[in-house]
């Protein structure tokens, strides 16, 4: 079998040299293995390839896969004096490379890489730093074409090779409505690719939103050794590549040393008929045992800056590092925990195998003097894509297309109380959906929670399109804008709305750990540690009082929902794995042609989701199904806040009860 080298696993073996054995190995579980193409489906990857080849009319496209038939048809039309090909296959020795756009005049060769990925600027300082390094979130885009500029400038040494990244241009504006709409994904025998409609003539498409730009220095400066500053003297690109292809084609591992970059491998697993590559690598480095390696290690101590110092001293367990390898720590004027200090909790309580929570609920108690009821909780879904849905937008601008809403009342009564969703295709939602937002928000001045900094980050992005606004009319515009910044912080112009929403996340940090959560903040993390420490909770919740017609008033569960379900083990079922599945009663024949799989529980889920009705021919029972999980999904997010704000009203009744 011929093993070839590909631009994929070469980028592979930058990340880590030994994963090039591991990949495409049904013993050894990829985790990574969706997550590309949903990336690619979310951020509109798929459409901007082809609007990229739209952008080089009368191109041919290869569209054979495998080696020798794409290399023969390559060469076939390499024979013409000038031609353009997409997805051109070019073999050097065991290289082996597919060219998104190769154009060929007489002599000369244009390499372009496209990506779906923004740029601001025209030439290729655009990619390097304050020091005229390349940046580092750059590099593998650029590593990228130079290993192709490579491959194709020895399989073909006679012609002169220029080498451009394609990007959207974040300068750029659309001048046409519905620029996106031309692109449609549609699903044959498995496969996912894009279908044309209606005319995409390089004049119908409007003024470029794609820029191509010219990287022949930067690939200088990378064979040259001189694109990075901590490049060791023997540091030999070349030598890497062919260093990296003789180890692929013989099928020999690259042993590694163990590093931070360890934590993401994707040769991560437990379970016991498959090989981890990750447990692979750190037995025969660490001599640890596969139960030891099952313990909690050190990547899991939260914001913990110092690992690598920790793994030079051969550190690699929680449970082996002491107070001076975190520092020294002193709590918050008000007793609020400092980084360092929640760090050394985490590792003490594995330390003493202590499963016990941490809340500090006099500090609880102190802030929640400054809200004001009712208690309003929110939390949006946005997404963000590279071809501009509207006549005046640029690439990659926010869209904020859902938004759940929850109030508590003084009382303790909760109520879903309103919701927003956009799927309308093409329509940019975001000042019809401030809108609302505004709507269900200005009729009291209660306190407003969000988890985390991403729905201010929102808000203070459409403030300033709605600043820029030029191309339409917004009505209210001055009222939005008055409500944005009434409700938002700019910590870098030191502004705060006096109804500021507040983070509940920086709550989280503040006065409250659980164990169980291994260091993660995440809200998908909280709530399970929540509804498993809290008998209260799992008393409230495990009758089904949340519904339209219940106790608690529900927008989108028809039937009584009772959120807190046990496993065989006694452990609270995680509620997010509680929602039903989205096609559920639809009979299994029709699922097949469905785009969308049956599961919506997270962020990237449902920016997913969003995408696919934005962009793929659906039928309207699939579309009714997604909204409908939509609706559900954001729900449950909010009600994930009030759910833990209501753990902490409990645990401090409970404090100031003497329970």
Same mark, same amino acid.
């Given at each position: 079998?011929?093993?070839?080298?590909?631009?994929?696993?070469?980028?592979?073996?930058?990340?880590?040299?030994?994963?090039?054995?591991?990949?495409?190995?049904?013993?050894?579980?990829?985790?990574?293995?969706?997550?590309?193409?949903?990336?690619?489906?979310?951020?509109?990857?798929?459409?901007?390839?082809?609007?990229?080849?739209?952008?080089?009319?009368?191109?041919?496209?290869?569209?054979?896969?495998?080696?020798?038939?794409?290399?023969?048809?390559?060469?076939?039309?390499?024979?013409?004096?000038?031609?353009?090909?997409?997805?051109?296959?070019?073999?050097?020795?065991?290289?082996?490379?597919?060219?998104?756009?190769?154009?060929?005049?007489?002599?000369?060769?244009?390499?372009?890489?496209?990506?779906?990925?923004?740029?601001?600027?025209?030439?290729?300082?655009?990619?390097?730093?304050?020091?005229?390094?390349?940046?580092?979130?750059?590099?593998?885009?650029?590593?990228?074409?130079?290993?192709?500029?490579?491959?194709?400038?020895?399989?073909?040494?006679?012609?002169?090779?220029?080498?451009?990244?394609?990007?959207?241009?974040?300068?750029?504006?659309?001048?046409?409505?519905?620029?996106?709409?031309?692109?449609?994904?549609?699903?044959?025998?498995?496969?996912?690719?894009?279908?044309?409609?209606?005319?995409?003539?390089?004049?119908?498409?409007?003024?470029?939103?794609?820029?191509?730009?010219?990287?022949?220095?930067?690939?200088?400066?990378?064979?040259?050794? +001189?694109?990075? #500053? /901590?490049?060791?003297?023997?540091? *030999?690109?070349?030598?890497?590549?062919? &260093?990296?292809? @003789?180890?692929?084609?013989?099928?020999?591992?690259?042993?590694?040393?163990?590093?931070?970059?360890?934590?993401?491998?994707?040769?991560?697993?437990?379970?016991?008929?498959?090989?981890?590559?990750?447990?692979?690598?750190?037995?025969?480095?660490?001599?640890?045992?596969?139960?030891?390696?099952?313990?909690?290690?050190?990547?899991?101590?939260?914001?913990?800056?110092?690992?690598?110092?920790?793994?030079?001293?051969?550190?690699?367990?929680?449970?082996?590092?002491?107070?001076?390898?975190?520092?020294?720590?002193?709590?918050?004027?008000?007793?609020?925990?400092?980084?360092?200090?929640?760090?050394?909790?985490?590792?003490?309580? +594995?330390?003493? #195998? /202590?499963?016990?929570?941490?809340? *500090?609920?006099?500090?609880?108690?102190? &802030?929640?003097? @400054?809200?004001?009821?009712?208690?309003?909780?929110?939390?949006?879904?946005?997404?963000?894509?590279?071809?501009?849905?509207?006549?005046?937008?640029?690439?990659?601008?926010?869209?904020?297309?859902?938004?759940?809403?929850?109030?508590?009342?003084?009382?303790?009564?909760?109520?879903?109380?309103?919701?927003?969703?956009?799927?309308?295709?093409?329509?940019?939602?975001?000042?019809?959906?401030?809108?609302?937002?505004?709507?269900?928000?200005?009729?009291?001045?209660?306190?407003?929670?969000?988890?985390?900094?991403?729905?201010?980050?929102?808000?203070?992005?459409?403030?300033?399109?709605?600043?820029?606004?030029?191309?339409?009319? +917004?009505?209210? #515009?001055?009222?939005?804008?008055?409500?944005?910044?009434?409700?938002?912080?700019?910590?870098?112009?030191?502004?705060?709305?006096?109804?500021?929403?507040?983070?509940?996340?920086?709550?989280?940090?503040?006065?409250?750990?659980?164990?169980?959560?291994?260091?993660?903040?995440?809200?998908?993390?909280?709530?399970?540690?929540?509804?498993?420490?809290?008998?209260?909770?799992?008393?409230?919740?495990?009758?089904?009082?949340?519904?339209?017609?219940?106790?608690?008033?529900?927008?989108?569960?028809?039937?009584?929902?009772?959120?807190?379900?046990?496993?065989?083990?006694?452990?609270?079922?995680?509620?997010?794995?509680?929602?039903?599945?989205?096609?559920?009663?639809?009979?299994?024949?029709?699922?097949?042609?469905?785009?969308?799989?049956?599961?919506?529980?997270?962020?990237?889920?449902?920016?997913?989701?969003?995408?696919?009705?934005?962009?793929?021919?659906?039928?309207?029972?699939?579309?009714?199904?997604?909204?409908?999980?939509?609706?559900?999904?954001?729900?449950?997010?909010?009600?994930?806040?009030?759910?833990?704000?209501?753990?902490?009203?409990?645990?401090?009744?409970?404090?100031?009860?003497?329970?």
């Amino acid at each position: 079998m011929e093993r070839y080298l590909t631009k994929s696993r070469f980028k592979l073996a930058l990340e880590c040299p030994t994963k090039l054995y591991y990949t495409k190995k049904k013993e050894y579980p990829d985790n990574s293995a969706e997550d590309s193409f949903l990336k690619s489906l979310a951020e509109g990857g798929f459409q901007v390839g082809e609007l990229a080849k739209c952008y080089y009319p009368g191109g041919h496209d290869i569209t054979e896969s495998g080696y020798e038939k794409p290399l023969q048809t390559t060469a076939e039309l390499m024979q013409q004096e000038n031609v353009t090909i997409f997805e051109a296959a070019v073999r050097y020795k065991n290289l082996f490379i597919r060219i998104d756009i190769l154009e060929k005049k007489g002599n000369q060769l244009r390499l372009i890489e496209v990506k779906a990925k923004s740029v601001s600027g025209r030439d290729e300082t655009a990619f390097l730093n304050k020091s005229h390094f390349l940046d580092s979130g750059w590099k593998p885009y650029l590593y990228d074409i130079a290993f192709q500029h490579y491959a194709l400038s020895n399989a073909f040494p006679e012609y002169e090779i220029d080498s451009y990244l394609m990007l959207a241009d974040k300068d750029s504006k659309a001048s046409i409505n519905g620029l996106n709409q031309k692109f449609q994904l549609v699903k044959n025998n498995g496969r996912t690719s894009v279908k044309l409609i209606g005319d995409v003539n390089k004049d119908a498409l409007g003024d470029h939103v794609l820029r191509e730009v010219r990287v022949n220095g930067i690939i200088d400066k990378i064979y040259a050794g +001189v694109d990075a #500053k /901590d490049h060791e003297e023997d540091y *030999d690109f070349v030598e890497m590549i062919e &260093y990296f292809s @003789e180890h692929y084609e013989k099928d020999i591992k690259i042993d590694t040393p163990i590093d931070t970059h360890c934590a993401g491998c994707e040769f991560h697993t437990s379970e016991p008929e498959k090989k981890s590559g990750f447990k692979e690598c750190w037995k025969a480095q660490t001599n640890l045992t596969d139960l030891e390696l099952e313990q909690d290690l050190i990547f899991d101590i939260w914001n913990f800056r110092r690992k690598s110092a920790l793994l030079e001293e051969m550190i690699y367990k929680i449970q082996d590092v002491e107070k001076h390898h975190i520092g020294e720590f002193k709590s918050g004027d008000l007793g609020e925990l400092s980084t360092k200090e929640r760090q050394w909790m985490q590792v003490e309580k +594995v330390k003493n #195998k /202590d499963q016990t929570p941490y809340l *500090d609920t006099a500090l609880f108690f102190i &802030y929640s003097q @400054e809200w004001n009821y009712p208690l309003h909780f929110i939390d949006f879904e946005t997404s963000m894509v590279a071809i501009p849905f509207h006549e005046g937008r640029s690439p990659y601008e926010q869209m904020a297309f859902q938004y759940s809403h929850h109030i508590m009342q003084e009382d303790g009564y909760v109520e879903h109380k309103s919701q927003y969703l956009n799927t309308e295709k093409g329509a940019f939602p975001n000042y019809e959906f401030l809108s609302n937002l505004k709507r269900d928000l200005e009729n009291d001045n209660g306190t407003i929670f969000r988890y985390a900094d991403h729905e201010n980050t929102v808000l203070n992005q459409i403030r300033t399109q709605l600043l820029n606004e030029s191309d339409i009319e +917004v009505p209210n #515009k001055e009222e939005l804008i008055e409500f944005i910044e009434s409700i938002t912080n700019r910590n870098s112009e030191g502004h705060k709305g006096e109804r500021s929403m507040v983070d509940m996340l920086q709550l989280v940090k503040k006065f409250h750990y659980d164990p169980t959560t291994k260091g993660s903040n995440s809200i998908k993390a909280i709530l399970p540690a929540v509804l498993n420490d809290s008998k209260e909770i799992q008393n409230l919740y495990s009758k089904p009082i949340y519904g339209k017609n219940e106790k608690f008033q529900s927008l989108n569960f028809d039937s009584p929902m009772a959120w807190v379900q046990f496993d065989k083990n006694g452990k609270v079922r995680d509620p997010y794995k509680l929602l039903p599945p989205l096609f559920e009663g639809i009979e299994e024949n029709m699922k097949e042609n469905f785009l969308t799989d049956e599961n919506l529980a997270g962020g990237g889920e449902a920016m997913t989701a969003y995408a696919k009705m934005q962009f793929t021919e659906m039928t309207d029972i699939e579309k009714k199904h997604i909204e409908e999980g939509l609706y559900r999904y954001c729900e449950l997010d909010t009600l994930a806040m009030v759910i833990i704000f209501q753990y902490w009203q409990i645990e401090l009744e409970k404090k100031a009860n003497n329970v």
